[in-house]
């Protein structure tokens, strides 16, 4: 069965780093594309960086441009996300998706595969 398992989410001080790992396994073919969102309480589902797997090219939301990167392991089939200078705003459950369509702004439509999600807590 396809799976999409995310790790290390956790909980850190605003101005801290978390890098996110999203492990992509029982995909006949790697996914054209995989994407990361977020969701907080009372908020709408946030599109936060979208990778073209053979391309490389890379988007990232405004709230978090500068301060988050996006990439990817071919070899591995993982999509991580390195989070730089931590805002309260960015606390969120983080969910990875895969999906075989790459266009801005980043759809959740878009993604046929998610994962269960991983917390991020930060604190002031």
């Known amino acids: 069965q396809v799976r999409l398992v995310e790790s290390g989410g956790g909980s850190v001080q605003a101005g801290g780093s978390l890098r996110l790992s999203c492990a992509a396994s029982g995909f006949l073919y790697a996914p054209n594309c995989m994407a990361w969102f977020r969701q907080a309480p009372g908020k709408e589902r946030e599109g936060v960086a979208i990778?073209?797997?053979?391309?490389?090219?890379?988007f990232h939301a405004d709230s978090v441009k500068g301060r988050f990167t996006i990439s990817y392991d071919n070899a591995n089939v993982t999509v991580y996300l390195q989070m730089n200078n931590l805002k309260p705003e960015d606390a969120a459950r983080y969910y990875c998706?895969?999906?075989?369509?790459?266009?801005?702004?980043?759809?959740?439509?878009?993604?046929?595969?998610w994962g269960q999600g991983t917390q991020v807590t930060v604190s002031s």
């Open positions: 990778i073209d797997r053979r391309s490389g090219t890379t």
């Open positions: 998706a895969a999906g075989g369509r790459y266009r801005a702004p980043i759809r959740a439509a878009d993604f046929g595969y």
